[in-house]
């Protein structure tokens, strides 16, 4: 069984300030983890993904995550926030090596950012 | 590359009516995925075809709700008769790479039941 809980429905920043979204996952086997965004009335878009590699992953628009075992953390961050960065963002977990493989979602972060 | 593509975007029904929503796939992907997505709340998987082969589908209400990908390819997802509580945004998503389970999605069809 997997699952992933993300710390706060809602992050407040301003324009400028570091983005910190905070996503803590529970697998009883080695996951994948994924960082998505969702603007206003669109599906879902990948911004970055970790898949056993380097444990610090850079994806989109300058977000970058990394995966900590030890915390069972992967939380997203981004050094300075753009208006444009306002939407709400998900992190889902799947286990590895398991052939058919279903994503399981957190319930998402809106990240609102003010000027 | 054309991505996935979802129709209708919008849907208005009053409560015991039926509804459908049809999703094409990008081509090549075999996977095919449809999630639930309620207010405030993240995807929730419905099912999952590999192919024309339902392979997950333990969360899917079979007592109104039905799916099918006929040819491995398109999906319809019907709702019949829909429920108050069924009004949420339906999403299609596809992935080439089922191992690692990175979906790519359509913008979803949202169903409102009156």
């Known amino acids: 069984a997997q699952s992933v809980t993300q710390l706060g429905s809602h992050v407040s920043v301003s324009e400028g300030a570091l983005v910190l979204l905070r996503c803590n996952y529970s697998?009883?086997?080695?996951?994948?983890l994924f960082w998505y965004v969702q603007y206003p009335n669109q599906g879902l878009q990948l911004l970055l993904k970790y898949t056993s590699a380097a444990t610090l992953v850079k994806g989109i628009n300058g977000f970058e995550a990394e995966f900590k075992k030890s915390e069972t953390s992967f939380h997203l961050t981004k050094p300075s926030a753009h208006m444009s960065d306002a939407a709400e963002y998900f992190c889902a977990v799947s286990a590895r090596g398991r052939g058919y493989s279903t994503l399981t979602f957190g319930k998402g972060t809106m990240l609102l950012v003010s000027p | 590359e054309a991505g996935v593509v979802q129709s209708p975007r919008y849907k208005i029904i009053e409560k015991k009516q039926p509804v459908a929503f049809w999703c094409n796939p990008i081509s090549g992907h075999n996977t095919l995925y449809w999630y639930l997505q309620n207010l405030g709340q993240g995807p929730e998987l419905l099912i999952r075809y590999e192919n024309e082969e339902a392979v997950d589908d333990s969360q899917l209400p079979k007592d109104r709700f039905s799916a099918e990908r006929l040819k491995g390819v398109d999906s319809t997802l019907k709702i019949q008769p829909a429920e108050l509580g069924d009004s949420a945004v339906y999403l299609c998503?596809?992935?080439?790479?089922?191992?690692?389970?990175?979906?790519?999605f359509g913008e979803g069809s949202r169903l409102t039941v009156l």
């Open positions: 697998s009883s086997v080695p996951p994948y």
């Open positions: 998503a596809s992935s080439i790479d089922r191992n690692t389970g990175e979906l790519f």
